[in-house]
């Protein structure tokens, strides 16, 4: 199979373009540019030039491949509403070229677009982009799905390997600022999680096997607590690890503050039924244990 890939030299991105390589597929990555595409001939990939404002050069890499995953998004947050809304325009761009054919596009989503008091599934739907922007991308893929586009949504969690760690990075870096590792209140909310190349797997499968309108969870582990997360920072940067109120949380994580204190479980069961998924990589605290960019 050919596939497009925006995002393909990101964290994830790059290691699903390995793992399709590897599964015998041939890949078209998206670069904006001359280091991007350099990149991506050294994995073995073919290259597409253009950029995610460029939609008739996502239109155009769309319609030459024979499935499509979609793993870019700019993380600049302090223009966050106005990134998801460009990615869903986005999405819809790639997406219709695609419909009527049967060819698979798997878009990228966030776990945290759910929110419930138990384990959010795979049934569950995203809470509307109204409350939660980055829910744009999941309606606009379902959009799709209702228009006869295969296509699917994958939840992703904080993905982990020794490099980086989602949010989480984020966090050692608030840590080293303030000079202390910090959760709010007790700790005991939690963040799911996942390795890089378990999920890099999964997006294969979900691109070989997955069904249109279906909704994937990349979830190794259900829910990390955010106390067991801050522990290990401070362990490891011999930092004050510390609790801090709500009314703190603000000032301490900055943007980050109530994102910090949500209890945000997930589970992966009808994925892992339906894909035939088996997560089999280091757990989230055993990567901080050992993680690259907590080494003192």
Known sequence: MRVFITGATGFIGSAIVQE????????????RSEAAAKSLLAMGAQVHRGSLEDLESLRNGAASADGVIHC???????????????????IEAMGSVLIGSDRPFVVSAGVGAVTSSRPATENDACVPSSLLPRSASEEAAMSLAQRGVRASVMRLPQVH???????????????????????????????????????????????????????????????????????????RLNLPIVSKSPAEAADHFGWMGFLVG????????ITQERLGWQPVQPGLIADLERAHNLES
Request: glycine content about 10%; some cysteine.
């Open 161 to 235: 390997n020794l490099e980086m760690q989602g949010l989480i990075t984020l966090l050692v870096t608030i840590a080293r600022e303030k000079r202390g590792s910090a959760y709010i209140g007790d700790g005991a909310n939690r963040w799911p999680a996942a390795h890089r190349l378990d999920v890099a797997h999964l997006y294969a499968l979900a691109l070989e096997r997955g069904s249109a309108g279906s909704r994937y969870h990349a979830i190794a582990e259900e829910g990390v607590p955010l106390r067991q997360i801050a522990e290990v920072i401070g362990r």
């Open 262 to 269: 949500a209890d945000n479980l997930a589970s992966s069961a």
């Open 72 to 90: 870019a998004f700019n993380h600049d947050f302090s223009q966050y509403q106005a990134n998801c809304e460009a990615d869903r325009r986005v």
């Open 20 to 31: 399709l390589i590897g599964a015998g597929h041939q890949v078209l990555g998206l670069a």
